[in-house]
């Protein structure tokens, strides 16, 4: 079984900056696409940033020019930088990744709140 754990949420300026992480574990698995998703009440989750096995990038509108992905293939690990932070922003951040035992499964971490406000 591999589960995904996320941190670095909390709470943030408008304007202010946030670093999300999450580190998938188990045993006898291979990480493929990686992403970051979004999700506030009321609304359906929503693509944030997506990144390949090669590091291949793709992010939401709402979102380019401040928000980075990154993923260090060594620890299992994808990041979210966030930078120049809106109050629409605020949102339980899902971590997701294919991955690969002996067949193939989609995951998701438990989320992350984060929450802009002054």
């Known amino acids: 079984q591999v589960q995904l754990v996320e941190s670095g949420g909390g709470l943030v300026q408008p304007g202010g900056s946030l670093r999300l992480s999450c580190t998938a574990s188990g045993s006898a698995f291979s990480l493929y696409g990686m992403a970051w998703y979004r999700q506030v009440p009321g609304k359906e989750r929503e693509l944030v940033a997506g990144i390949s096995t090669g590091s291949s990038t793709s992010y939401a509108d709402s979102v380019k020019g401040r928000f980075t992905i990154s993923r260090d293939n060594a620890k299992n690990t994808v990041y979210l930088q966030m930078n120049s932070l809106k109050s629409e922003d605020t949102a339980v951040y899902y971590c997701?990744?294919?991955?690969?035992?002996?067949?193939?499964?989609?995951?998701w971490g438990q989320g992350t709140l984060v929450t802009v406000s002054s």
């Open positions: 997701y990744a294919e991955v690969r035992t002996h067949r193939y499964l989609e995951v």
